[in-house]
C-alpha cells in the first residue's frame, strides 16, 4: 500500500474516532473546559497527529491512548456529580472578586488577576464603575459573573409592574426561497395563505431569504436585497389604534347629547370599552 494512502487511511480512521469521543464527552467541551478537559482538548490533536502520520507506530497503541484521554473526563464527571468535593477538585469552584461594591484584593491575587483584568471583564458586561457591582464571581470557568446594585439594574416589565402577554417562539416558514412546510402547520397555517401574505407585501417568495410568522400570525421577511425596503406589520397597532378611536367616539357621542338615558349607555359602552383597552394594551402595543 502507497505511504500516502496509508496516511489518508489512518487520518480518517483518527478523525473518526475522534468525533465519536467528542460526542460522548459532550456539548460542554465546546462550550467551557474544566482543567482535565483542557489537558485533554490538547493532548488530543498531539495523539491524533500521531495516529496519522506515524507509520511505523502501531495504530491499538494510538486508539488505546485516544480512548484513556477520552474517558477519563467523562469519568470525572459522572464522579463531579456524584459528589461537591469532587467536583470542587476536578472543576475549581467561583472565587467572589467584588462585594458590596468593594474589590477583594486577596481573591483578585489568588487567581492572578490585575485590576486591568478585572475592569476589562466588567466593561465587557457593560459596567464601568466598581461601586455599581453588588457581587462578582470569577466562575470555575473564568467567566466573571456581575449582579448589579439594585439601583442600577435595568428595569424590567414585572419591576414596573406591567402586565406583558407571554412570548411564544417565531416559527421560520421560509429560508432561502423555500417554503417550510413543518413550522407552518406547526402554527395552524398553510401554502396559500403564505403566498397571500407575500402578494401582500408585493414580494416574490424565490426573493425571500428569510421569513418568519411571531406568535401573534404576524409575517416579518427579510430579502437578498438589502435596498429594498419591506414594511413592517402593524396590524396590532392599527387595531389598537381604531379601539381607541372607537372609546373616544363613545365618550364624545356622551358629552353631545341630550339625552339622558343615551348619555348614561355611552358613558357605560366608553368604560366598557376602556376596561377591554387596558386588557389587551399589553397583546397589541408590545
Aim: charged fraction near 25%.
Amino acid at each position: 500500500m502507497p505511504d500516502w494512502l496509508h496516511v489518508l487511511m489512518r487520518s480518517f480512521l483518527a478523525l473518526s474516532y475522534l468525533f465519536v469521543l467528542a460526542k460522548l464527552i459532550g456539548k460542554r467541551q465546546i462550550r467551557q473546559l474544566t482543567y482535565i478537559e483542557y489537558i485533554v482538548g490538547i493532548t488530543f490533536g498531539s495523539i491524533a497527529a500521531f495516529i496519522a502520520t506515524d507509520l511505523e507506530g502501531h495504530l491499538l497503541h494510538g486508539i488505546i491512548a485516544l480512548s484513556v484521554f477520552g474517558l477519563f473526563p467523562i469519568a470525572s464527571e459522572w464522579l463531579s456529580i456524584k459528589s461537591k468535593r469532587l467536583r470542587e477538585f476536578f472543576e475549581g469552584k467561583g472565587t467572589v472578586l467584588i462585594k458590596h461594591g468593594k474589590v477583594l484584593e486577596d481573591n483578585l491575587k489568588q487567581e492572578r488577576l490585575t485590576l486591568d483584568d478585572l475592569l476589562e471583564q466588567l466593561r465587557s458586561k457593560s459596567v464601568f464603575k466598581v461601586s455599581d457591582v453588588e457581587f462578582a464571581v470569577m466562575e470555575p470557568s473564568g467567566e466573571i459573573s456581575v449582579l448589579l446594585k439594585a439601583e442600577h439594574q435595568p428595569l424590567t416589565a414585572q419591576k414596573a409592574k406591567i402586565p406583558v402577554s407571554p412570548v411564544t417562539e417565531p416559527q421560520t416558514v421560509i429560508i432561502d426561497g423555500v417554503i417550510m412546510d413543518e413550522p407552518l402547520a406547526t402554527i395552524g397555517l398553510s401554502r396559500a395563505w403564505l403566498k397571500a401574505e407575500l402578494n401582500k407585501l408585493g414580494v416574490a417568495q424565490e426573493n425571500v431569504m428569510l421569513a418568519q410568522v411571531d406568535e401573534k400570525g404576524q409575517l416579518y421577511v427579510d430579502l437578498y436585497d438589502d435596498k429594498i425596503r419591506v414594511p413592517s406589520p402593524q396590524t396590532d397597532k392599527l387595531t389598537f389604534a381604531e379601539l381607541k378611536k372607537c372609546q373616544a367616539d363613545l365618550e364624545l357621542y356622551a358629552l353631545s347629547t341630550d339625552t339622558s338615558a343615551a348619555k348614561k349607555q355611552y358613558a357605560r359602552m366608553a368604560k366598557q370599552l376602556q376596561d377591554v383597552i387596558d386588557q389587551v394594551k399589553p397583546l397589541l402595543t408590545r
